[in-house]
Nanobody, 125 residues
């Protein structure tokens, strides 16, 4: 069993930056594909970014490319989402998710076995 705990959310002005962290308990993180998702008010949960197991290849949704960076520190069992040039439309509850496998369709929420409780990001205009 893996537990995921997000932190680092908060209120920031447009153009500002935040770094989200996801702490994982349990087994070796390197074998897990880790994803970040978000859910805005009245919206469905959507894919933001992911870093795949073993290869550390990354994927991003188009709206955050060039602004967000996903990374991991396997020794600390941490996953990060650096968010720069934040926009009001980035306002959402951000979730960390994980699954112990490599796969390409990292945007698919159904592929992930473990989810955190989320951390709120609010971007003011």
């Amino acid at each position: 069993q893996v537990q995921l705990v997000e932190s680092g959310g908060g209120l920031v002005q447009a153009g500002g930056s935040l770094r989200l962290s996801c702490a994982a308990s349990g087994r070796t993180l390197s074998s897990y594909t880790m994803g970040w998702f978000r859910q805005g008010p009245g919206k469905e949960r959507e894919f933001v970014a992911a870093i795949r197991s073993s290869t550390d290849s990354t994927s991003y949704t188009d709206s955050v490319k060039g602004r967000f960076t996903v990374s991991r520190d396997n020794t600390k069992k941490m996953v990060y989402l650096q968010m720069n040039s934040l926009k009001p439309e980035d306002t959402a509850l951000y979730f960390c998710a994980g699954v112990e496998k490599y796969f390409r369709q990292v945007f698919d929420t159904q592929q992930y076995a473990y989810w955190g409780q989320g951390t709120q990001v609010t971007v003011s205009s």
